[in-house]
Nanobody, 114 residues
Framework: VQLVESGGGLAQPGGSLRLSCAASGFTFSSYAMSWARQAPGQEREWVASVTSNTNKRTYADSVKGRFTISRDDPQNTAYLQVNSLKPEDTAVYYC????????WGQGTQVTVSS
């Protein structure tokens, strides 16, 4: 089983990035997909989720209206479009698959700085 995040990097305040999470080794379409983030010295916090089947999306208040989670089941990939970035969005972003089991990726760094 693998979850491999990509797409992180350095962005300016107000900028955008598109994070990807490529999954393998399990039935992707049967799993709810989430993104979480962890800033230095802070606990990991949930950011957004999308369910399997119904594709219902939910967001943390801190990112609502700026971030968009999506999934492409034929491609076994989840995405997080992050817009209007703020310095406080700086963190390692993790992908999570929840279903019969619980899987995490290794994370991708997002740094927001001018």
């Amino acid at each position: 089983v693998q979850l491999v995040e990509s797409g992180g990097g350095l962005a300016q305040p107000g900028g955008s990035l598109r994070l990807s999470c490529a999954a393998s080794g399990f039935t992707f379409s049967s799993y709810a997909m989430s993104w979480a983030r962890q800033a230095p010295g802070q606990e990991r916090e949930w950011v957004a989720s999308v369910t399997s089947n119904t594709n219902k999306r939910t967001y943390a208040d801190s990112v609502k209206g700026r971030f968009t989670i999506s999934r492409d089941d034929p491609q076994n990939t989840a995405y997080l479009q992050v817009n209007s970035l703020k310095p406080e969005d700086t963190a390692v972003y993790y992908c999570r698959a929840r279903g019969m089991k619980d899987y995490w990726g290794q994370g991708t760094q997002v740094t927001v700085s001018s």
